[in-house]
Each structure stands twice: as C-alpha cells, then as structure tokens.
C-alpha cells in the first residue's frame, strides 16, 4: 500500500508526465517542433511505464496523422520562425 507521500508523487508526476504529452501535441500541430522531435519525446515519455505507454499512445497516434497529412515529411517545421530574433 503506497503511503500519501508517495501516492502524491505518483499523482505528480503523471500530471507532468500528461502536460509533456499536451505540450508535444500542440507544438508539432503548430509545427514550432518537426514530428521527427515530437516523435522522438513521446517515446522516451513512454518507456517509463506500461501506464506512460499507454498515455503516449494517443500523441503518437496524433504525430502520425500529422505526418500523413505532410505527406511524410517528419523533419519540417512549418510553423517555427525563418528567422528567429537575436539576442
């Protein structure tokens, strides 16, 4: 039986864990990260578990509908700055 401590850092970490996925999703929508990036978060996320694998499930799924739709092409980012600004 988990004790509250470790109950509550179980609950935290998967909170982060589904706030990493949510972040991954909308990023490689945007195109700001290339799926090939997405791709390659999600799967790392996913190695911590059975749980984290199954919750990574639904974002990879996602990066390879994304995927189809840019006709393959995993590696583009079309919605990052040419540009970016120097600082």
Avoid: C, F, Y
């Amino acid at each position: 039986m988990e004790s509250g401590s470790e109950n509550e850092i179980r609950q935290r970490a998967e909170a982060a864990e589904k706030a990493l996925l949510l972040l991954v999703d909308h990023l490689a929508m945007r195109g700001t990260i290339s799926l090939d990036e997405g791709q390659e978060i999600v799967r790392i996320l996913s190695e911590a578990s059975h749980e984290s694998a199954a919750r990574a499930s639904h974002t990879l799924h996602t990066l390879s509908l994304l995927r189809q739709l840019r006709r393959g092409v995993g590696s583009d980012t079309p919605g990052a700055p040419v540009n970016p600004v120097s600082q």
